[in-house]
């Protein structure tokens, strides 16, 4: 199984960015899917998550502003974000949490310029 996320790159402050993760090969007994992020010296963090019910999570920096969502079939996550700020610069990591494995993709890297 591998996550390809795609999506980052530069934004303004105040701007929007999606980003898509999709995923390829069998994953049995999706639980939730989601996305972390670590900024430069921070530790990983969770932004938002979408359990296989449809409910949703997230971390209380971002409500508001970004929204997760995931395609019917489970096999992409993606989430929408707007009203960028310079402190959500950071790599954004998609994952997968399945039946008692977890599967990460490599990462895209959201830099927002004040």
């Known amino acids: 199984v591998q996550l390809q996320a795609s999506g980052g790159g530069l934004v303004q402050a105040g701007g929007s960015r999606s980003l898509a993760c999709a995923a390829s090969?069998?994953?049995?007994?999706?639980?939730?899917m989601g996305w972390y992020r670590q900024a430069p010296r921070k530790q990983r963090e969770l932004v938002a998550q979408?359990?296989?019910?449809?409910?949703?999570i997230y971390a209380d920096s971002v409500k508001g502003r970004f929204t997760i969502s995931r395609d019917s079939a489970k096999t992409a996550v993606y989430l929408q974000m707007t009203s960028l700020l310079p402190e959500d610069t950071a790599v954004y990591y998609c994952?997968?949490?399945?039946?008692?494995?977890?599967?990460w993709g490599q990462g895209t890297l959201v830099t927002v310029s004040s």
């Open positions: 994952v997968i949490f399945g039946d008692g494995d977890v599967y």
């Open positions: 090969g069998t994953i049995f007994s999706i639980k939730n």
């Open positions: 979408i359990s296989s019910g449809g409910i949703t």
